[in-house]
């Protein structure tokens, strides 16, 4: 066998967490392979995605409580039963520590500054606020971190935005970060590491840079950060993984605060912004790009005739969203309200939008032509303060629902969703076509802006209720002391496990066979491919319009090629077959797509995705930029991504129209016109990839053969920060599903 290139490094996760939706394949495959977790006791998981949020109080089983959503019933109980045999930190529903992965392990203190962290979900940027390098990955990668704790990478590049000076009153951490899409739009970010700097954001609590950092995947980054600070070390004292008070602490302390950017460090691309050019601002279209302030204005698509590519794409958004150019934003009526999310379903988020009722006064209520204004607190933690500070009883006496911990309708996975053509202002992270609900309208804005829409039924500038009253308990200190002062401490909750069996890899009892799980050599080796090209030109293909989120219920590699493009390919309301470019002959048929936009795949790290396009029969893609997340799981999957200049792809793209073959070869990295005389196309592969893909290989299998040089790091790592791996064990939990007799323990 050929020598492997080593272009790329090994990066050691000293943090991975886990939920549901993305996790049932790689566990069936570590099973079915015979491989362990090798360090469970650096994994924290949990169900958020698919979990219902009405009421547990009064459930007398888990059973019950997935009444009418086997498949949600199905992913958890995956999820719990691998979480527990292979002996990792888990939080059940019944655990108020549950919630959305990306709110409770910060709450924890599972995010510690300097550390790398990952997670089978695009939104783990939201961690670099604590200073962490944190990003997204897909099911393999997620197999590979349990596999060896390690991946491989490498560097991106760096990108800082400084806000400087001061933010108007109302202006929110979440009007900052649509601003900043707004500017540089959705693939601004591609390839970057962003960090946030500059006075605004160094004034910003722990949470309000949470909601930042988590949405620096919709500019297009993999990951955001912040340098920690006082903020970030106030925030981190005395919760249950954070190092030990005294020594430990006092080391942690002193090297968290050397990491910072020196004064005359270099970035690739360098960006200022005055914060003064900041207002309450709201998206109109199906991109987080799409960006105005509240005061503005529906655009007119002509406005972006510089752009072909982006005039059609607003075009098409318009149509989907049903609004009419030069429509002023608070005209726009709403029907739904979703407040919640890892962006902004944090304690502080939730005292802001209690403000706004307040400032409406005693006889505030959610306005009569909206249908369900939603409430969701982002963890059982963030709930119980919350109702410890009254706010439960100000939205339900305002007409809100106040729900239960979970992604809820930010992604229409679960029991809350959109119906077709109902349109809701939502303080989530992403508006695509379709994802809080087949055929649902969503404009992103921020708690506050998401509030006084609720109480007006339209869109609506917050700033019409004055400056709104500060909430007693409003600093992230008390949040914390409230927190810790529950009898919900892990030590408290749980027994703890047998000092043996921790940091010991693990290989739990009743290993089960699932085969369509794995992938084999055959499947994952790209060669030369000979085909026809689907033509595409949007930019900002989204992996939830390649594969619509209600199908990420299952729990196999497979099944998914009937669902590729759901929505572009039937109406979402009658069901009927369109003429979309896949339905067409002989599109149907392609095993390549050329695609002119940039940034296919951005969004959701699903790797569903690519296993929807693989199901298919495409193997190729070649477009001027990709999602990063999405091109890893590419490779992971055998389907070749090809970066071109836009030139080089508008050029593939007359051949593809025409329905002319071409031929990939992978061996010398070119793409040939069969029958034309024209010269091939070179393109560039990281040889690593090129490598693995030419022959098949399983990466986990080639990392394995590296663990004791893994494991030498790791010791050199701890004598060094002896906090990184210093926490405390993962207890042994109970199934909730196990619960079936006795209500949930509240
Ligand atoms: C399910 C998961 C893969 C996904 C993500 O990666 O972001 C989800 O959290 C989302 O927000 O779309
Ligand atoms: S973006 Fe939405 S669906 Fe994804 S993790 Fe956050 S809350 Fe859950």
Same mark, same amino acid.
């Given at each position: 066998?050929?020598?492997?290139?080593?272009?790329?490094?090994?990066? +050691?996760?000293?943090?991975?967490?886990?939920?549901?939706?993305?996790?049932?394949?790689?566990?069936?495959?570590?099973?079915?392979?015979?491989?362990?977790?090798?360090?469970?006791?650096?994994?924290?998981?949990?169900?958020?995605?698919?979990?219902?949020?009405?009421?547990?109080?009064?459930?007398?089983?888990?059973?019950?409580?997935?009444?009418?959503?086997?498949?949600?019933?199905?992913?958890?109980?995956?999820?719990e039963k691998n979480a527990v045999d292979f002996g990792m930190h888990f939080y059940p529903l019944n655990d108020k520590r549950q919630g959305i992965v990306h709110i409770i392990a910060p709450e924890q203190?599972?995010?510690?500054?300097?550390?790398?962290?990952?997670?089978?979900?695009?939104?783990?940027?939201?961690?670099?606020?604590?200073?962490?390098?944190?990003?997204?990955?897909?099911?393999?990668?997620?197999?590979?971190?349990?596999?060896?704790?390690?991946? +491989?990478?490498?560097?991106?590049?760096?990108?800082?935005?400084?806000?400087?000076?001061?933010?108007?009153? &109302?202006?929110?951490?979440?009007?900052?970060?649509l601003h900043i899409i707004g500017k540089i739009g959705t693939a601004g970010g591609t390839g970057c590491v962003i960090e946030y700097a500059g006075s605004v954001i160094r004034n910003l609590s722990m949470d309000a840079r949470m909601s930042i950092c988590n949405m620096s995947i919709e500019a297009g980054a993999r990951a955001g950060l912040i340098a920690p600070d006082n903020i970030t070390i106030n925030y981190l004292k005395g919760l249950p993984f954070s190092p030990k008070p005294g020594d430990e602490w006092d080391k942690a302390e002193n090297y968290w605060k050397t990491l910072y950017s020196d004064k005359d460090a270099k970035f690739d691309?360098?960006?200022?912004?005055?914060?003064?050019?900041?207002?309450?601002?709201?998206? +109109?279209?199906?991109?987080?790009?799409?960006?105005?302030?509240?005061?503005?204005?529906?655009?007119?698509?002509?406005?972006? !005739?510089?752009?072909?590519?982006r005039e059609e794409a607003v075009r098409r958004s318009l149509t989907y969203m049903d609004l009419r150019p030069g429509t002023q934003m608070e005209d726009i009526a709403i029907d739904k309200v979703f407040i919640g999310s890892c962006t902004n379903g944090r304690?502080?988020?939730?005292?802001?939008?209690?403000?706004?009722?307040?400032?409406?006064?005693?006889?505030?209520?959610?306005?009569?032509?909206?249908?369900?204004?939603?409430?969701?607190?982002?963890?059982?933690?963030?709930? !119980? !303060?919350?109702?410890?500070?009254?706010?439960?009883?100000?939205?339900?006496?305002a007409g809100f629902d106040w729900r239960e911990a979970g992604c809820s309708m930010c992604c229409g996975l679960n029991q809350d969703r959109l119906k077709v053509g109902e349109r809701c202002a939502s303080t989530s992270n992403r508006n695509f076509e379709g994802r809080q609900g087949s055929g649902g309208r969503t404009h992103l804005l921020s708690p506050i802006?998401?509030?006084?829409?609720?109480?007006?039924?339209?869109?609506?500038?917050?700033?019409?209720?004055?400056?709104?009253?500060?909430?007693?308990?409003?600093?992230?200190?008390?949040? !914390?002391?409230?927190?810790?002062?529950?009898?919900?401490?892990?030590?408290?909750?749980?027994?703890?496990?047998?000092?043996?069996?921790?940091?010991?890899? &693990?290989?739990?009892?009743?290993?089960?066979?699932?085969?369509?799980?794995?992938?084999?050599?055959?499947?994952?080796?790209?060669?030369?491919?000979?085909?026809?090209?689907?033509?595409?030109?949007?930019?900002?293909?989204?992996?939830?319009?390649?594969?619509?989120?209600?199908?990420?219920?299952?729990?196999?590699?497979s099944g998914y090629g009937q669902y590729l493009f759901n929505a572009l390919r039937f109406s979402p309301s009658t069901g009927e077959r369109s003429d979309f470019i896949l339905n067409r002959v002989p599109f149907n048929n392609s095993s390549i797509i050329v695609c002119t936009g940039r940034n296919f795949g951005c969004g959701s790290s699903r790797e569903a995705a690519v296993w929807s396009l693989k199901e298919f029969g495409i193997k190729c893609i070649i477009a001027p930029s990709f999602g990063e997340i999405f091109e890893n799981n590419c490779v992971k999957n055998g389907v070749l991504p090809i970066t071109l200049t836009l030139s080089k792809c508008k050029e593939l793209y007359t051949d593809a129209e025409a329905a002319l073959p071409l031929e990939i070869d992978l061996t010398t990295s070119g793409i040939r016109r069969p029958g034309s005389k024209l010269a091939a196309i070179p393109f560039k592969i990281d040889p690593f990839r090129q490598h693995c893909l030419l022959h098949g290989l399983d990466d986990i299998g080639l990392t394995i053969e590296k663990l004791?040089?893994?494991?030498?790091?790791?010791?050199?790592?701890?004598?060094?920060?002896? +906090?990184?791996?210093?926490?405390?064990?993962?207890?042994?939990?109970?199934?909730?599903?196990?619960?079936?007799?006795?209500?949930?323990?509240w």
């Amino acid at each position: 066998m050929a020598t492997t290139p080593a272009a790329k490094t090994l990066r +050691w996760f000293v943090r991975h967490i886990i939920h549901e939706a993305t996790t049932a394949q790689a566990f069936a495959s570590i099973r079915e392979n015979n491989r362990s977790v090798r360090r469970p006791d650096l994994t924290l998981a949990t169900t958020d995605h698919i979990v219902p949020t009405k009421p547990r109080k009064h459930v007398k089983s888990y059973q019950d409580y997935y009444k009418g959503d086997p498949k949600a019933e199905e992913l958890c109980l995956a999820l719990e039963k691998n979480a527990v045999d292979f002996g990792m930190h888990f939080y059940p529903l019944n655990d108020k520590r549950q919630g959305i992965v990306h709110i409770i392990a910060p709450e924890q203190g599972f995010i510690l500054p300097g550390t790398t962290c990952v997670c089978g979900d695009s939104h783990t940027s939201t961690h670099g606020a604590f200073g962490a390098l944190a990003f997204g990955i897909g099911t393999s990668e997620v197999e590979h971190v349990l596999a060896t704790q390690v991946l +491989w990478q490498k560097r991106s590049k760096n990108m800082r935005i400084s806000i400087e000076g001061t933010l108007h009153e &109302s202006v929110s951490s979440k009007d900052v970060i649509l601003h900043i899409i707004g500017k540089i739009g959705t693939a601004g970010g591609t390839g970057c590491v962003i960090e946030y700097a500059g006075s605004v954001i160094r004034n910003l609590s722990m949470d309000a840079r949470m909601s930042i950092c988590n949405m620096s995947i919709e500019a297009g980054a993999r990951a955001g950060l912040i340098a920690p600070d006082n903020i970030t070390i106030n925030y981190l004292k005395g919760l249950p993984f954070s190092p030990k008070p005294g020594d430990e602490w006092d080391k942690a302390e002193n090297y968290w605060k050397t990491l910072y950017s020196d004064k005359d460090a270099k970035f690739d691309i360098d960006i200022t912004i005055d914060a003064q050019e900041i207002s309450p601002c709201i998206t +109109w279209g199906t991109s987080p790009q799409d960006v105005v302030p509240i005061t503005g204005s529906v655009p007119y698509p002509e406005s972006f !005739q510089d752009d072909p590519n982006r005039e059609e794409a607003v075009r098409r958004s318009l149509t989907y969203m049903d609004l009419r150019p030069g429509t002023q934003m608070e005209d726009i009526a709403i029907d739904k309200v979703f407040i919640g999310s890892c962006t902004n379903g944090r304690i502080e988020d939730l005292r802001s939008v209690a403000s706004v009722i307040l400032a409406a006064g005693p006889d505030a209520h959610v306005s009569s032509n909206v249908v369900q204004a939603l409430i969701v607190p982002g963890s059982g933690i963030v709930r !119980q !303060q919350a109702e410890f500070e009254g706010l439960d009883v100000i939205f339900e006496r305002a007409g809100f629902d106040w729900r239960e911990a979970g992604c809820s309708m930010c992604c229409g996975l679960n029991q809350d969703r959109l119906k077709v053509g109902e349109r809701c202002a939502s303080t989530s992270n992403r508006n695509f076509e379709g994802r809080q609900g087949s055929g649902g309208r969503t404009h992103l804005l921020s708690p506050i802006m998401a509030a006084a829409a609720a109480l007006n039924g339209r869109l609506t500038d917050v700033r019409k209720y004055g400056v709104l009253p500060k909430l007693p308990g409003s600093s992230s200190q008390t949040r !914390q002391e409230t927190t810790t002062s529950t009898n919900l401490t892990l030590s408290q909750r749980n027994e703890p496990v047998a000092a043996e069996n921790v940091n010991k890899p &693990s290989t739990p009892k009743n290993q089960t066979a699932t085969p369509e799980t794995s992938t084999t050599k055959d499947q994952l080796k790209f060669t030369i491919l000979r085909g026809i090209a689907a033509p595409f030109s949007l930019e900002n293909i989204n992996t939830d319009v390649i594969l619509s989120v209600q199908f990420l219920t299952g729990v196999k590699r497979s099944g998914y090629g009937q669902y590729l493009f759901n929505a572009l390919r039937f109406s979402p309301s009658t069901g009927e077959r369109s003429d979309f470019i896949l339905n067409r002959v002989p599109f149907n048929n392609s095993s390549i797509i050329v695609c002119t936009g940039r940034n296919f795949g951005c969004g959701s790290s699903r790797e569903a995705a690519v296993w929807s396009l693989k199901e298919f029969g495409i193997k190729c893609i070649i477009a001027p930029s990709f999602g990063e997340i999405f091109e890893n799981n590419c490779v992971k999957n055998g389907v070749l991504p090809i970066t071109l200049t836009l030139s080089k792809c508008k050029e593939l793209y007359t051949d593809a129209e025409a329905a002319l073959p071409l031929e990939i070869d992978l061996t010398t990295s070119g793409i040939r016109r069969p029958g034309s005389k024209l010269a091939a196309i070179p393109f560039k592969i990281d040889p690593f990839r090129q490598h693995c893909l030419l022959h098949g290989l399983d990466d986990i299998g080639l990392t394995i053969e590296k663990l004791e040089d893994i494991t030498l790091f790791e010791q050199k790592r701890r004598s060094k920060f002896p +906090w990184i791996d210093n926490i405390p064990a993962p207890s042994r939990t109970k199934l909730s599903s196990q619960n079936t007799t006795t209500s949930f323990e509240w």
